[in-house]
């Protein structure tokens, strides 16, 4: 944790989020079991470090398939006093997105048409506070069919959309799909702007960083594009609520 902060602190940024996994598919993903006290123990220790040189380190945490898992997960976001809880899709049918175990059984509609189907769901039953990177598949889908176009499913992106703002959860720019082999950002601009013209305004942005050297990695590119989606502020969470609007500016 201090490596990533430190890594924020060379590119400049002001506040970082630390989302740690909190799955049941531990195994497959080859994750060790979140451990919430061990994870603000660490974070308290960071900030004492590190706030101090001015920049904030909020608590959050990642969660998988919060609608299946609600018993488990709940208990654990009461205790803890987090300032941002996300909600993600890695599985679906039991098989996980980053496979292409899934996406060889179906082909590309079938496949996206069941993954939004069920992330519909997920965001209408609710628990979280931002909805992560809302096409994820696409990083292996795009190795299995040799494609990807994130416009051919704009029925049922809106649909996700629409359960996002009768919700009150949030969307992130989430920029580690720059990273794969798609070499594109979760979600695109159309899709961003989609959501602007429905009237979502609860916009974050996200690097999802695994390591220090992808810290605020694309975050310009993120910028750029939630500008031209009509965009033109991002927003910051504390104790779970949206608490502010940040003008969008470059900042890398």
Same mark, same amino acid.
């Given at each position: 944790?201090?490596?990533?902060?430190?890594?924020?602190?060379?590119?400049?940024?002001?506040?970082?989020?630390?989302?740690?996994?909190?799955?049941?598919?531990?195994?497959?993903?080859?994750?060790?079991?979140?451990?919430?006290?061990?994870?603000?123990?660490?974070?308290?220790?960071?900030?004492? *470090?590190?706030?101090?040189?001015? &920049?904030?380190?909020?608590? @959050?945490? $990642?969660?998988?398939?919060?609608? =299946?898992?609600? /018993?488990?997960?709940?208990?654990?976001?009461?205790?803890?006093?987090?300032?941002?809880?996300?909600?993600?899709?890695?599985?679906?049918?039991?098989?996980?997105?980053?496979?292409?175990?899934?996406?060889?059984?179906?082909?590309?509609?079938?496949?996206?048409?069941?993954?939004?189907?069920?992330?519909?769901?997920?965001?209408?039953?609710?628990?979280?506070?931002?909805?992560?990177?809302?096409?994820?598949?696409?990083?292996?889908?795009?190795?299995?069919?040799?494609?990807?176009?994130?416009?051919?499913?704009?029925?049922?992106?809106? *649909?996700?959309?629409?359960?996002? &703002?009768?919700?009150?959860? @949030?969307? $992130?720019?989430?920029?580690?799909? =720059?990273?794969? /082999?798609?070499?594109?950002?979760?979600?695109?601009?159309?899709?961003?702007?989609?959501?602007?013209?429905?009237?979502?305004?609860?916009?974050?942005?996200?690097?999802?960083?695994?390591?220090?050297?992808?810290?605020?990695?694309?975050?310009?590119?993120?910028?750029?594009?939630?500008?031209?989606?009509?965009?033109?502020?991002?927003?910051?969470?504390?104790?779970?609520?949206?608490?502010?609007?940040?003008?969008?500016?470059?900042?890398?």
């Amino acid at each position: 944790m201090a490596d990533m902060i430190r890594a924020a602190l060379d590119v400049g940024l002001k506040e970082i989020a630390f989302t740690d996994h909190f799955d049941q598919f531990d195994e497959s993903l080859r994750r060790p079991k979140y451990n919430a006290a061990v994870y603000f123990e660490t974070l308290d220790v960071c900030r004492a *470090e590190f706030e101090a040189g001015g &920049i904030t380190i909020r608590a @959050g945490v $990642e969660v998988g398939e919060p609608h =299946l898992s609600a /018993d488990i997960v709940q208990p654990v976001l009461e205790k803890y006093p987090y300032d941002v809880v996300l909600g993600s899709l890695h599985f679906v049918e039991g098989l996980s997105m980053s496979d292409a175990t899934f996406f060889q059984k179906y082909p590309v509609h079938e496949a996206m048409k069941r993954y939004f189907g069920e992330m519909a769901q997920m965001v209408r039953k609710g628990g979280f506070d931002i909805l992560a990177h809302l096409d994820f598949p696409k990083r292996r889908a795009y190795k299995v069919y040799g494609r990807f176009d994130l416009r051919e499913f704009e029925t049922e992106v809106r *649909e996700v959309w629409q359960a996002c &703002i009768e919700t009150g959860i @949030g969307i $992130e720019i989430n920029t580690a799909g =720059l990273r794969h /082999d798609v070499n594109q950002l979760h979600p695109t601009v159309e899709a961003l702007t989609w959501y602007w013209e429905m009237g979502g305004e609860i916009l974050t942005i996200g690097s999802d960083a695994h390591r220090p050297a992808d810290i605020g990695a694309g975050t310009n590119t993120a910028l750029e594009v939630a500008l031209l989606a009509g965009f033109d502020s991002v927003t910051c969470f504390e104790q779970r609520q949206p608490t502010k609007r940040l003008s969008i500016v470059p900042i890398l």
